[in-house]
């Protein structure tokens, strides 16, 4: 099980690990997600999915992360994200989403057939009222 810690007591802002965020534009209908390496505040992945939803979006952004981390070996194995159903989905290696894609299949199965080294991996919750937003918003709100 992915650790899930609640970093919300902490007032300092995280400077290391990747965070992720998703979005959804109803304009345009797109949702997407993308990976900011918090120390550099470089882009580490973007992409776009099609017509989804936001927490779709938001999960689909971790399990990239996860799967960065384990590709890559990048360090520390910490990702940071402001959705806690994100979260939820991770540690239960299962959506609870009605909507099927085949994403989110892909992803399910990823979660489960690598659980040893998705366990190594911490998804820590990114405080907003004490950080401000998630380097990787997408500043659609």
Known sequence: MVTMLLDETSPHRPTAGICTDGAHSIKR?????????????????????????VNIS???????A?????????????????????ITWVNNKKTASQKRHSDLKRAEVFLKAMSSEVDTIEVRHWNTTE????????GNK
């Not at 938001?58 to 990239?64: K, M, P, Q, R, T």
């Open 66 to 86: 996860i799967k960065y981390i384990i590709e890559t070996g990048y360090s520390p194995k910490v990702i940071y994200t402001d959705s806690i159903t994100a």
């Open 131 to 138: 950080w401000g937003e998630i380097p990787a918003d997408f």
């Open 29 to 53: 209908g797109v949702s997407q997600y993308r990976g900011i390496d918090l120390k550099t505040g470089n882009e580490l992945f973007n992409k776009e999915l099609g017509n989804q939803t």
């Open 58 to 64: 938001e999960f689909l952004g971790v399990v990239a």
